[in-house]
């Protein structure tokens, strides 16, 4: 029997368009999610533990994989559900999430080559969907940083488009026809850049 604020819940997410966020355990999920939702998009968190059930009751449009404390080269590290992948929605990545996208997809992560935490210039590189109205080709942008691990190598089909001196892979994407797959560490959160603009 579904309860009434159960059935409202379940009217409401019908009617709209849904991003779902997986939560890997970063601080910074709820400010994600509010911004999705200022821009008047329905969006729903789920732990990474059950982000696969989530997917599938959801059916989102797109989803975000969150930023978390782990390292993708720890054994036994979470890991988002393959059947995200595999659905050719649009994916971005941030942070952790870059990191368990580009190793379930075939790319590499190492750790310890240089840690970024702070305040960092990132140059976008290549004009794609995720810099578009944000920042020009060419241009070095101030973010903040919060980062150890780094992508090396890229999934097949992935291109790199912003870099940073500690990061020679700060933000890259995947487009193909049938989805936008899009991945920007935590030194490239468009909805939390800190800037002196």
């Given at each position: 029997m579904t309860t009434a604020p159960d059935a409202f819940h379940h009217d409401i997410a019908e009617r709209h368009d849904k991003v779902l966020i997986v939560d890997f355990g970063s601080q910074v999920t709820q400010?994600?999610?509010r911004r999705v939702r200022e821009a008047g998009v329905y969006c729903e968190i789920a732990p990474f533990q059950h982000a696969e059930r989530?997917?599938?009751e959801i059916r989102p449009k797109a989803v975000i994989l969150s930023g978390g404390p782990c390292s993708v080269t720890d054994e036994g590290?979470?890991?988002a559900p393959q059947s995200v992948f595999d659905s050719g929605v649009p994916v971005l990545g941030i942070c952790y999430g870059e990191q368990t996208m580009?190793?379930?997809l075939g790319g590499t992560v190492e750790g310890g080559h240089h840690r970024e935490f702070g305040r960092a210039d990132v140059t976008a590189l290549e004009h794609?969907?995720?810099l578009d109205g944000v920042w020009e080709k060419g241009g070095?942008?101030?973010v903040w940083?919060?980062?150890g691990d780094r992508v090396t190598k890229l999934p097949e089909g992935f291109r790199v488009i912003a870099a940073s001196d500690g990061a020679?892979?700060?933000a890259c994407s995947f487009i193909s026809k049938s989805c936008i797959r899009l991945t920007a560490p935590s030194s490239y959160r468009i909805s939390c850049t800190r800037s002196r603009d």
């Open positions: 400010l994600i999610a989530a997917f599938a590290s979470p890991r580009a190793t379930q794609s969907a995720l070095s942008f101030p940083m919060s980062h020679a892979i700060t």
